[in-house]
């Protein structure tokens, strides 16, 4: 089952926030719960991101697109996990 146009769309926004964010702070570190309108959408995002990554830990499959998207955020800076979290990376990433 593919994304839908709309889909795709927001996540590429998203991702264009990101990296507007990382050009204003200087990392990728976005707070699940943010208190900036600006940045409000973009820490709930995060929070997803790293929700779908968890899950491709913890062995579930994902589509290719996905694993393009983990490599894309990887690429910028992006922490998957936050502190003590399992997995740091996968090699299939790659």
């Known amino acids: 089952i593919g994304l839908s146009q709309g889909r795709r769309a927001k996540w ?3 991702f264009a926030l990101l990296l507007r964010y990382r050009e204003a702070y200087g990392h990728c570190d976005v707070p699940t719960i943010y208190t ?27 589509s290719e697109e996905l694993r393009s998207r983990f490599r894309r955020l990887m690429d910028v800076g992006f922490n998957f996990v936050i502190g003590s979290g399992r997995c740091k990376g996968r090699a299939e990433h790659r």
């Open 36 to 62: 900036n309108e600006e940045y409000r959408s973009l820490g709930r995002w995060v929070s997803s991101q790293r929700m779908n990554h968890r899950r491709f830990c913890d062995g579930e499959r994902v």
């Open 12 to 14: 590429e926004e998203q």
